[in-house]
């Protein structure tokens, strides 16, 4: 909350490299062994719940400095020279690394943060996250105001195209069902229990349960810390 909006989310869990294609992360959905219409609205009905989970489940974020932008030129400029490129790729310069890098490509880091949250982290990282390895470089509100001119530049269009799309709550309650007939808590599992048992849940019980089945099932906690998950393997 307060980095990325719901819609980003979405399509960058359905498919990462369509936001940039040196993303790390794992594309876990819509692979090639899913051919029909209707484990296709499944993997939807999954990935919405878990977008909608990892939202209620954050804490909620305020960004705490702006100024103006600058300019973008001297921005690109500075990237280069504050030491930027000793953890991060951009595509205006050339890629000394691999995908597997300390920090995030960012080369189109303008289609999934807003200003006032970037100005922030440059200004100091660990008001948003105190244990971050990013350093404060100590920049000025001119050199921040240039920085963030040439990041927010920095867009996939063609990403920020794409529809997120809309959840179907049936669909979800489909997929729930398909969790809790192999939940051994639910233990024996029968259809009529199951139908009973989600028939009383409220819609974003429903969202929230699934959202924390597919959490556990993709292992998103193997890379991202995620409260509640801290002791999962």
Request: proline share 4%; net charge positive.
């Amino acid at each position: 909350k307060g980095k990325l909006t719901r819609d980003w989310i979405v399509k960058w869990v359905r498919k990462p490299r369509s936001y940039n294609e040196w993303a790390r992360m794992p594309a876990q959905f819509h692979q090639s062994n899913i051919t029909t219409e209707e484990f296709k609205q499944y993997q939807e009905a999954e990935l919405n719940a878990l977008t909608d989970y990892i939202l209620e489940e954050s804490e909620p974020y305020k960004a705490n400095y702006t100024t103006a932008l600058g300019n973008k030129d001297r921005g690109k400029e500075l990237f280069g020279q504050v030491g930027c490129l000793a953890c991060h790729q951009i595509n205006d310069f050339p890629r000394t690394r691999g995908r597997w890098t300390q920090a995030p490509d960012l080369s189109a880091v303008g289609s999934k943060v807003s200003k006032d949250w970037l100005m922030t982290w440059l200004k100091n990282p660990r008001h948003y996250w105190q244990e971050t390895a990013m350093p404060s470089l100590r920049l000025s509100d001119g050199e921040i105001g240039d920085l963030s001119a040439y990041l927010l530049s920095k867009r996939n269009e063609e990403f920020e195209k794409l529809e997120a799309g809309t959840a179907d709550l049936e669909t979800q309650k489909k997929v729930l069902k398909l969790y809790l007939l192999r939940d051994p808590k639910m233990a024996p599992a029968t259809e009529a229990k199951v139908d009973s048992y989600i028939a009383e849940l409220k819609p974003h019980e429903v969202v929230t349960k699934l959202g924390k089945s597919a959490m556990t099932r993709y292992g998103c906690y193997g890379c991202h810390e995620f409260k509640g998950f801290e002791k999962a393997q």
